[in-house]
């Protein structure tokens, strides 16, 4: 289940920082191995690949107050006040903002509203509801899109010098549970106001989850197996009276890892056409 709830970017580096895992703080994200997994479909009825109706709008705000809640499955998709760089972000897996190129000045800032759902009441995973948002951007927006690899600047995950640290408050191997309990098995994890949580979650995705809060691309080179629960506590920007550490001094002090500045791959999605008007509802 992931639930969106509404935001208020304040700047383009905030925003950034939402969009990255799709979610806010305080709101469970996937931690995969690279990328966030798919899940396999709950129901036998073929997925459907568009929205039986759906109501878009333009919206004539200038104030990004963007407001989207889905609970997964879920039969419908709805938002007031979003930009197409945000829904372009949800409707591609693995596409954040820094991803996109190619876009028209208006793709962040011109609004709009937006209501679809789908035929009957079979809900979706998250996965099977990008390539339906992804056809409404096609009909509705003429959206023409292709993904490019490229080398970015980023980051690598690695062990510091000291070597990795197994604190208790910090990495640890997970406790096993009733397999029965599926969603405690899951690996999930959280990103505070100045602190880091993962559960069941391996170093990869803890690399993941490190992509908000730097902003940067980062891939998992420590070679180290295993999951873990992790908690990490560090400053940021916003609360600069903090007697936390930075995040980059975090890391080594409370988990024995390093992030060292480097090319990564990246995938880029580029956009070669978008109508800021949509098509007649």
């Known amino acids: 289940m992931t639930t969106h709830t509404p935001h208020q970017p304040a700047s383009r580096s905030f925003a950034l920082a939402l969009a990255a895992l799709l979610t806010l703080p305080l709101a469970a994200i996937p931690a995969p191995s690279q990328s966030p997994p798919q ?22 705000s200038t104030e990004c107050c963007t407001t989207w809640t ?41 609004l709009y ?28 927006f003429h959206l023409i899109a292709h993904r490019e690899q490229k080398l970015v600047s980023g980051y690598a995950l690695v062990v510091a010098k000291g070597g990795l640290k197994l604190h208790p408050d910090a990495l640890q191997p997970s406790k096993k549970v009733d397999s029965a309990d599926t969603k405690a098995e899951q690996p999930h994890g959280q990103i505070l106001a100045n602190e880091l949580r993962g559960w069941n979650m391996n170093l990869s995705g803890l690399a993941f989850l490190l992509e908000s ?22 400053a940021t920007t916003r609360f600069s009276d903090s007697n936390l550490p930075d995040l980059f001094t975090a890391l080594q002090e409370q988990l024995g890892l390093k992030l060292v500045p480097q090319k990564v791959p990246a995938e880029t999605l580029v956009i070669d056409h978008v109508d800021k008007v949509p098509t007649e509802n």
């Open 39 to 60: 899940h396999a479909a709950a129901q036998t009825t073929p997925t459907p690949q568009s929205f039986e109706v759906a109501s878009v709008r333009l919206n004539p």
């Open 70 to 110: 889905t609970i997964y499955p879920a039969n419908r998709f709805t938002a007031s006040r979003i930009s197409l760089e945000l829904l372009t972000c949800i409707a591609y897996e693995g596409i954040r903002y820094r991803d996109i190129s190619g876009e028209p000045s208006w793709f962040e800032s011109q």
């Open 113 to 140: 509203d937006i209501a679809a759902k789908v035929e009957g009441d079979a809900g979706l995973t998250r996965e099977q509801m990008q390539p339906l948002l992804q056809n409404l951007l096609k009909d509705r």
């Open 213 to 234: 809060p730097t902003g940067s691309p980062i891939i998992d080179k420590t070679g180290i197996t295993g999951d873990y629960d992790i908690k990490l506590s560090y």
